[in-house]
């Protein structure tokens, strides 16, 4: 089923009656000195990544460009309420609730999994734009992918462990070594129940208000392999913007100004 | 134009035509007109916006929030209304309620909502404040000739004329009150819900409140509280639903059987068997016996108003007789003697800026026959946003709604055959109820069951939409 169309549903019985239940949510922000009336971005890290991800260097920058800047953490990640048995509806349900507390229309910004997230937030919040960075749409090829690049640290995860993201899946050799392990061992976990559901989970529903989508990634990345990020893009009517040479958190990686100067060039053009 | 928030807009007298009368119209073009900036406006405003048309909203008053905001002087909420639908029942689908307020929210915070999604979505600027509507009137090719004026009259007349028009003027402001035999000779104070804004209008007076409707309960229990002595006056028994079952909001768990599809005897076997469990048997109270089933009548959810009686603090009576100098006599002929009597009797829809015969409304009765009770039958480029009594929330019915006329806009131009036999569809389902069986009375005119009236407009949208 393609992003755009599809049927939209009105009648949500199930999830009325059993509301998600709200969490301590952390929000952390950037705002530019000058309001110039730009949209807000809120973004939305992936799992085991915390709001911290983004504070490091892509919040600061985009407050630099005039753009209204936050990040999510997404419950039991980061600073937010400790949250074992999480589920994939209860992070959507973390990002809507952030977006529509934010002053004026947002653009949605997911990360890896973070980017699934959105894609389902798009559907219960009107965005002005969406972004998916390096986005893991789930599905069995994921599985496959990381596999193959880290079984020791994939396998436990199939049967409800933590996922051990390593090194070489995240960043590029440019980063100094140190300062990778220490982002790696800032990872937390997310949800098992959410990360099983990141394997077998409903298509996402059609996006409200039919924002505008950008997806990139580099096709370097250990995490997400090209062909899945093209897949991705060609949901939502486009072409990938490719960062070679680049890791999966491209938001840490040594050349992070780029990919957020691309992602915010397009904001003001669109 | 006196609106205050003018500013900086682009001059709307891009075209001038002539109105058949000579008078001069500025031609909007494409733009729709939506009537009213409370909650059912500001659904239909950002909506269609979002679906890439021209707004003009027209709010005689000088916010939003309609109904919800106390400052207004047609608002009829007291200071102590909260909701009586859960909030996943009252929220609009696509900008949820912040999830750390509580079930029932305060009509304060409702506002604050309500203006938040205004800010949020950038909708003030479209927003013409201080300005009513006083004529609506149809054109050639299904276009209509709006004509405005400052609110309370003052300034000059101004007619523009748009490509469609959404009312959503509400339909909680102009009160209904029945005709008493005596009532004009009554010495004591008399007052209708409407002008009810907080316990301190009924301390320390002998009080009788008469309807049974959410509104008239809830009086009642303030009255319980504060007055010296309160009568209750209904025509009938009620089911009093708890705003809370099995420790959760009662229409969460209506709607998690509703969403298990259970079948309406079943869940009305269901609901009594609970009430009994709860509630329990009313009559030993003094309350009449409810002489309809479970779902019959709008729901009535309040958890104090038998407590209050069980506690002697409210007296249910039967319906008001008439009314004689200094005391009221009830149908079972007890004379009492109150001070006050306060009719929350409810409220009557009102178009004063509109012939009530383009909505089906011939004998002006305040009961239009639309379908969807939305769409009138003739005029595919009208439509009444709100106009819904819902067994529970109202806003995301306002918003379906809103989203299906702004769909429907679009496929006139996209695909005019679909939006055809949509209006085929208006002609042929005007007047249709969405509601099971519902004891016959004026306020039930509008009754619609959430699930049955929200399947009933994915219907007509996958019908609009279908390849």
């Known amino acids: 089923m393609s992003a755009r169309t599809g049927r939209v549903r009105i009648l949500r019985g199930r999830e009325w009656a059993r509301p998600v239940r709200p969490a301590r949510r952390e929000l952390v922000s950037a705002l530019p000195e000058l309001e110039e009336g730009r949209p807000p971005l809120l973004f939305v890290p992936g799992f085991g990544h915390g709001a911290w991800a983004f504070a490091e260097h892509w919040l600061g920058h985009t407050a630099g460009r005039g753009f209204p800047a936050y990040a999510v953490s997404l419950r039991g990640h980061g600073g937010s309420a400790p949250a074992p048995e999480a589920t994939l509806r209860a992070y959507v349900h973390d990002v809507t609730q952030a977006a529509a507390s934010l002053p004026r229309q947002a653009v949605l910004v997911g990360h890896g999994a973070g980017a699934l997230v959105v894609a389902h937030a798009l559907a219960r919040y009107p965005a002005r734009a969406a972004v998916l960075v390096a986005p893991v749409l789930g599905g069995w090829g994921t599985l496959g992918a990381a596999l193959r690049h880290n079984p020791a640290g994939t396998v436990p995860a199939v049967f409800g462990g933590p996922l051990r993201l390593t090194r070489r899946q995240l960043f590029s050799p440019d980063l100094p070594d140190p300062q990778a392990r220490q982002y790696v061992a800032r990872l937390g976990r997310a949800g098992r129940r959410a990360q099983w559901q990141l394997l077998a989970h409903r298509a996402p529903e059609p996006a409200v208000g039919a924002p505008p989508v950008l997806v990139l990634g580099s096709p370097d990345d250990r995490v997400v392999p090209p062909a899945a990020l093209t897949r991705a893009a060609r949901r939502y009517g486009s072409a990938p913007l490719l960062f070679p040479g680049m890791g999966h958190d491209l938001m840490l990686d040594a050349r992070w100004p780029e990919p957020i100067d691309a992602i915010l060039d397009w904001l003001a053009k669109a | ?467």
Not at chain 2, 218 to 224: G, L, Q
């Open chain 2, 1 to 467: 134009m006196s609106s205050s928030t003018d500013h900086g807009r682009p001059d709307p007298d891009a075209t001038v035509a002539l109105a058949p009368d000579g008078r001069s119209v500025s031609d909007r073009g494409d733009t729709v007109c939506v009537i009213g900036a409370g909650a059912s406006g500001l659904a239909a405003l950002k909506n269609l916006r979002e679906h890439g048309f021209g707004v003009d909203c027209y709010e005689r008053e000088t916010g939003v929030g309609g109904a919800w905001n106390w400052r207004h002087d047609r608002s009829p909420v007291y200071a102590s209304t909260h909701l009586i639908s859960s909030r996943p029942f009252t929220q609009f689908p696509d900008f949820p309620m912040p999830d750390d307020w509580p079930d029932y929210p305060h009509h304060g915070q409702l506002l604050s909502y309500f203006e938040r999604y205004a800010d949020h979505f950038d909708l003030r600027s479209h927003i013409w404040f201080g300005t009513e509507v006083i004529r609506v009137e149809p054109v050639a090719g299904d276009r209509w000739d709006v004509t405005t004026r400052s609110t309370g009259g003052y300034g000059p007349e101004r007619t523009s004329r748009y490509a469609a028009v959404v009312i959503a003027n509400g339909h909680n402001w102009s009160p209904k009150l029945p005709a008493y035999e005596g009532l004009e000779q009554f010495r004591g104070e008399i007052m209708h819900a409407s002008s009810y804004k907080d316990a301190t209008q009924v301390r320390g007076k002998r009080v009788l409140v008469v309807g049974g409707g959410n509104t008239g309960c809830d009086i009642a229990v303030e009255a319980a509280q504060q007055a010296s002595q309160c009568w209750h006056s209904t025509r009938r028994g009620y089911w009093y639903t708890p705003k809370y079952l099995l420790g959760r909001p009662a229409d969460q768990v209506n709607d998690g059987l509703l969403a298990w599809r259970v079948p309406l005897a079943v869940r009305r076997w269901l609901h009594r068997l609970v009430l009994r469990l709860t509630v329990g048997d009313l009559t030993r109270f003094g309350l009449p016996r409810p002489d309809h089933k479970v779902y019959e009548t709008h729901p009535i959810v309040n958890s104090q108003l038998v407590h209050y009686v069980g506690h002697g603090r409210i007296a249910p009576v039967p319906d008001v007789a008439r009314f004689h100098g200094s005391a009221v006599e009830l149908t079972d002929g007890q004379q009492i003697e109150p001070e006050l009597v306060v009719f929350a009797t409810g409220y009557l829809p009102r178009f004063e800026f509109l012939d009530p015969s383009l909505l089906g409304d011939d004998g002006a009765q305040g009961q239009p026959r639309l379908w969807l009770n939305a769409f009138a039958p003739g005029h595919p480029t009208l439509a009444v946003v709100g106009l819904v009594q819902s067994d529970s929330g109202l806003f995301p019915l306002s918003h379906w709604q809103a989203v299906l006329f702004a769909r429907l806009l679009r496929q006139r131009v996209e695909r005019p055959e679909r939006a055809a036999a949509f209006a085929a569809q208006v002609t042929a389902g005007a007047g249709q109820r969405y509601a099971g069986r519902v004891v016959s009375s004026s306020r039930h005119v509008f009754e619609v069951g959430h699930t049955e009236y929200l399947r009933a407009v994915q219907r007509a949208l996958d019908e609009l939409e279908a390849a």
